[in-house]
């Protein structure tokens, strides 16, 4: 198991630096790779209540870590203007993440905070959230009054004994599935599955959870297991290609592909023959999607991170809280983003073994 030796606020995080001359967005921002700048994902807290072996692991995120303290947080006001701001640079879609972003009292205020954001084109504002579910049978209407879109859940096993222990503090999969009920009830939707696959540990659970999911108006996506950050001792051995989590559904439930939604979508699609739904596959790992990436996050105390696999953010905190202008937060925003040239997954597909990682942030703490 991994050592006990990870403090998040360690990470080298700069001052995110105010370029001299104003840059008006045009909300048409593309990086040094050509890739726009059209969502952005924000941790709200970096806390959570699971413990799930792949992501904050009792070892690691025991009693005794220390998470940040509120003050330390960005609040609802903070992140609304960020949001603004960066719609501004032509992003369309926002997702709330953590840690468990329904830790965070009162999120539905935040909900319609966003909500209530115009964008240039008029078209709404995309706007997610990715859930374990524990919470979600109590919040899915709230959230969905405020004006939340859709929601995300992740769902590891189907089997109650295997999801208890990967998310490791007894949590039963009857209460996510009531939760998944709660939120289609609510109006919440298309609404996602998510199943982080790890060799050894759940790939038993891959056919179940197509079965349970297909039909249904869930949509089940199953992820490779992924070498976010350095708590889950990530290893090539435990990872199950996505092709064979489609080779083992297909043999049973045949399936053909679907076109992507749209560009940067993450899931490759594949569609049951019988009209029983869809299913997703996530494949960082073994088929790179980084050329298509157009994505920036925050975290939950106003760090940018350029990549899922970051080793340095960059602190935008201090210029929020230092009331420097909107025309200079969002000229240090395009500087950032024009400057990025991350392809993480595509250097790691290359050369698995050889790759040189370093010390990357815990997914826990700006989101998947």
């Known amino acids: 198991m991994p050592e006990k030796i990870i403090l998040l606020n360690d990470l080298r995080s700069p001052l995110l630096p105010v370029p001299a001359a104003p840059d008006a967005p045009t909300g048409l921002l593309s990086d040094a790779l050509g890739r726009p700048l059209h969502d952005l994902r924000i941790s709200v807290t970096d806390r959570c209540n699971f413990r799930c072996v792949y992501c904050m692991p009792k070892e690691v995120f025991d009693k005794d870590y220390a998470y940040l303290p509120h003050s330390e947080l960005l609040s609802f006001e903070e992140i609304t203007r960020v949001a603004r701001l960066f719609i501004a640079h032509g992003v369309e879609k926002i997702r709330l993440t953590g840690g468990e972003p329904l830790l965070r009292k009162n999120l539905e205020r935040l909900v319609g905070m966003l909500r209530a954001l115009p964008t240039p084109s008029g078209r709404p504002l995309d706007l997610t959230l990715t859930t374990n579910g524990s919470l979600l049978a109590r919040k899915a209407r709230a959230l969905k009054d405020a004006g939340l879109d859709r929601v995300t859940v992740s769902l590891d096993a189907l089997d109650d004994a295997v999801f208890r222990r990967m998310n490791d503090v007894d949590f039963a999969v009857a209460d996510v599935l009531h939760g998944l009920d709660a939120a289609h009830e609510a109006g919440l939707g298309p609404i996602k599955v998510n199943m982080v696959v790890k060799r050894g540990t759940n790939e038993d659970q891959i056919l179940p959870m197509a079965r349970h999911f297909k039909g249904s108006p ?32 297909g043999a049973e439930l045949p399936l053909a592909p679907v076109a992507a939604n749209y560009t940067g979508e993450t899931a490759a699609r594949w569609r049951y023959l019988d009209g029983g739904g869809e299913v997703g596959v996530i494949s960082s790992v073994t088929q790179a999607f980084c050329q298509d990436c157009t994505r920036m996050r925050l975290s939950t105390e106003g760090k940018l991170y350029t990549c899922l696999f970051a080793t340095q953010g960059h602190d935008l905190r201090t210029l929020l809280r230092k009331e420097r202008s909107d025309a200079e937060i969002l000229g240090a925003v395009a500087q950032l983003w024009r400057g990025r040239t991350d392809r993480y997954s595509e250097q790691r597909t290359v050369d698995t073994s050889g790759l040189a990682r370093g010390k990357k942030v815990e997914m826990s703490y700006i989101g998947g």
């Open 218 to 249: 869930f949509i089940l996506r199953f992820i490779e297991y992924m070498d976010v950050g350095a708590s889950n001792g990530w290893n090539m051995v435990d990872v199950i290609p996505s092709a064979e989590v489609i080779r083992r559904i």
